[in-house]
């Protein structure tokens, strides 16, 4: 066992969730099936909520969406290197599960309603986990990270997510983000960059090919905050800068994204991400948005994220690097001033 996760076991007996989130976010992240099963349920809280989740197979029930999800199960369990030598049997039984755990979700809070890509999250839960805890973590990635994805309709949440986008773009690159703005202004209304949608609704998952690389994602999203995927969204779009920049029209730009993104490197954009969230906190992202979430967005009640990242280790944090920069671009003037001083 190395070091790092010798010392993440620890954290994990000591139940000290502001190390393992650490661990999560950066660099590398958990990096094994095994850890995820541990501690993902902990990100996701489980255990808080297992009276409530206990019985929930009582709950398989058919619902207004349930000709959707099983059009959806019946497309599911493809696409990711894990399943590609999966029998068409054991293909079947996990689509079972699956369609199970979908529709338990559902039925068992009115209040969450079924987007096509849901599937694709809880196809990776179940991955990680079995039939019970796949359908455990699934119900609290819906209530605790992507409640605002669920709502009657897109423009109550993931409508108001997707114009952040601009915001983060605007704070790093301001020419990018004009480019941005004029191909999608209709009618002198700015629309979001709408080939980014299912970046943030799923996670990556409707878009990735490596499962690892999937995890390596939900592990930065389930550790920090729920518009993590807004952050990636961002950091891929400002990696793109100079093909973008080249891009006419929207037809030019989705066709360019189309198959990208199985091929981006995940690490750095997770890197990306997380010195954008440093440098802009998701607290005073969420400010900015154009019209407010509902009361009980989890958008506004992660309160020991802004603690974690200034407690970030040197090199990982944006306010180290400004930091360094100052005291060394300091350090540069006063030595030209002592120099030039001795030639008077």
């Known amino acids: 066992m ?12 000591q139940k000290n969730l502001k190390q393992i989130r650490l661990a999560c976010m950066q660099h590398g992240g958990l990096g094994s099936s095994k850890l995820r099963r541990e501690i993902w349920p902990l990100l996701l809280k489980v255990h808080e909520n297992s ?25 599911s369990l493809f696409g990711l290197d894990i399943t590609d030598h999966f029998t068409e049997d054991h293909r079947l039984f996990k689509r079972s599960q699956l369609s199970k755990i979908i529709n338990a979700v559902i039925n068992k ?3 969450l309603h079924y987007f096509q890509g849901f599937n694709s999250i809880c196809t990776v839960f179940l991955l990680i986990g079995d039939e019970d805890l796949g359908f455990k973590m699934s119900y609290q990635c819906a209530e605790l990270f992507i409640k605002d994805s669920m709502r009657k309709s897109f423009e109550e949440g993931v409508s108001l997510e997707m114009h952040l986008i601009y ?16 191909i999608y202004t209709i009618d002198t209304n700015v629309n979001s960059p709408m ?11 409707h878009s990735m090919h490596s499962f690892d690389k999937l995890c390596r994602v939900f592990d930065f999203c389930l550790a920090s905050h729920p518009l993590a995927p807004v952050y990636i969204a961002a950091a891929i ?10 891009c006419a029209d929207m037809p030019e730009i989705h066709q360019y994204f189309h198959d990208l993104v199985c091929h981006i490197d995940v690490e750095m954009i997770c890197d990306m991400s997380l010195s954008m969230m440093c440098k802009f906190y ?16 989890p958008l506004y009640f992660d309160c020991e994220l802004e603690d974690i990242l200034r407690n970030l280790p040197n090199g990982n944090g944006v306010r180290q690097y400004f930091l360094v920069s100052i005291i060394v671009l300091v350090a540069a003037i006063g030595y030209s001033l002592y120099y030039n001083l001795l030639f008077l």
């Open 2 to 13: 190395s070091k790092d996760h010798a010392q993440l076991h620890e954290h994990i007996e």
């Open 51 to 75: 009276n409530l989740l206990i019985d929930w197979k009582a709950t398989v029930q058919p619902n207004e969406y349930s000709e959707i999800i099983k059009r959806d199960v019946n497309r």
């Open 109 to 111: 809070n009115p209040n």
């Open 167 to 182: 915001e983060l773009l605007e704070k790093n690159d301001k020419k990018l983000t004009k480019k941005l703005r004029q």
């Open 195 to 205: 080939f980014s949608l299912s970046w943030v609704l799923t996670w990556l998952s």
């Open 237 to 246: 779009i400002l990696n793109e800068k100079t093909s973008i920049m080249k």
């Open 282 to 297: 998701p607290s005073k992202l969420v400010n900015r948005s154009a019209k407010k979430f509902h009361d009980d967005s």
